[in-house]
């Protein structure tokens, strides 16, 4: 509530050519507000995958672009599993050799895991397997492209964006209509609508979830029914709410930002579910993972395998944890995918 004004205050009233400079500012300050430490983290990552691009894009021999891909994919993956996966991994291990007794790996240390890496690592990796796929040309300016990382309003919790959308918002940046009313006007209303989703409803339903939740074994089966309900709800505002704040927040600058669910409750089964929900998340896994392990190209039982890999792998993105992997298989076997 203070730091937007600000920055959008600022934002309008610079010369045009030092837009694109102050946004980055603004980004990197915002993330850094969190832990300072860390910004060196998505520095390095946002670098790794510059040059990544641009080596791509300069190789002739699709073997060396595959290399040179698979190199950036394994950097970038390593430091998600690093930060996100390390402590399941040890946990996992020695809960399998405790069984015999046994310690393997004595846990000595705890990671704290950086806000948003899951959502720049996947849009970072986007951009460098668009560029291998020849979709679009590798970004030249570094500045350009750190902010396309780093784009504050949703740098944090998405939405996952494409580089094919927002990259030419960005280099278009010194181009915008800045004054430009009734789109200033539906970007705050799109704001004041996701305040209202997180504030008023999800934070309210969480009040009532907690406490039936944290002592289940007093409420009865109605009330733990009504519980799971108003969790369905308190989730969906809550996501949601935040998606459409940094729709809002993009809006007002002149940034048209994907919208990340579209009422996903009135889905008229689980396929079309998926469409409507964390929108830019479950079309990055068919594009990005789903198409390139073969699709439903391979027969039956390739395609089922293939939708097994992506929702244990859409559950694991979710949490490092195994309810998070069984949530993310479970919805695997009734689910089918359009491609």
């Not at 205050?9 to 946004?23: A, D, G, M, S």
């Not at 896994?285 to 395609?303: M, S, T, V």
Request: hydrophobic share 50%; proline share 4%; glycine share 8%.
């Amino acid at each position: 509530m203070v730091f937007f004004p600000i920055v959008v205050f600022i934002y309008f009233i610079i010369p045009k050519k030092i837009r694109q400079i102050w946004l980055l500012v603004a980004s990197y300050y915002f993330y850094m507000s969190w832990n300072p430490k860390y910004s060196i983290l998505i520095a390095v990552s946002t670098i790794i995958t510059y040059v990544v691009g641009l080596q791509i894009s300069k190789v002739e021999t699709n073997k060396k672009k595959k290399l040179i891909l698979t190199a950036g994919i394994i950097f970038s993956l390593a430091i998600l599993g690093l930060f996100k996966y390390l402590g399941f991994f040890i946990n996992m291990v020695n809960g399998v050799f405790s069984h015999f007794g046994i310690i393997v790996i004595e846990r000595k240390f705890d990671l704290l895991l950086p806000v948003g890496i899951s959502f720049y690592t996947f849009q970072a990796l986007g951009y460098i397997i668009d560029i291998y796929r020849n979709d679009i040309e590798p970004e030249k300016n570094l500045l350009r492209y750190v902010l396309y990382v780093s784009f504050f309003p949703q740098l944090v919790a998405g939405p996952i964006e494409r580089s094919k959308n927002l990259l030419p918002q960005i280099r278009d940046a010194q181009k915008m209509n800045l004054w430009d009313f009734k789109r200033v006007h539906h970007g705050l209303c799109l704001m004041l609508w996701g305040f209202f989703l997180k504030l008023v409803i999800a934070d309210r339903a969480a009040l009532l979830t907690k406490t039936v939740f944290n002592n289940y074994q007093a409420y009865g089966f109605l009330e733990i029914i009504l519980g799971a309900i108003l969790f369905a709800i308190q989730i969906y505002a809550d996501f949601g709410g935040y998606s459409e704040i940094a729709r809002g927040c993009a809006m007002v600058m002149g940034f048209d930002l994907m919208k990340n669910f579209r009422e996903p409750y009135l889905a008229i089964d689980i396929r079309d579910f998926w469409h409507r929900w964390h929108v830019s998340l479950t079309s990055w896994f068919p594009d990005y993972l789903y198409i390139p392990l073969g699709g439903n190209r391979k027969g039956e039982i390739r395609k089922y395998i293939n939708i097994v890999i992506v929702f244990f792998l859409s559950g694991l993105w979710h949490g490092a944890s195994w309810n998070f992997v069984g949530w993310g298989d479970s919805w695997s076997l009734p689910c089918d995918l359009k491609y």
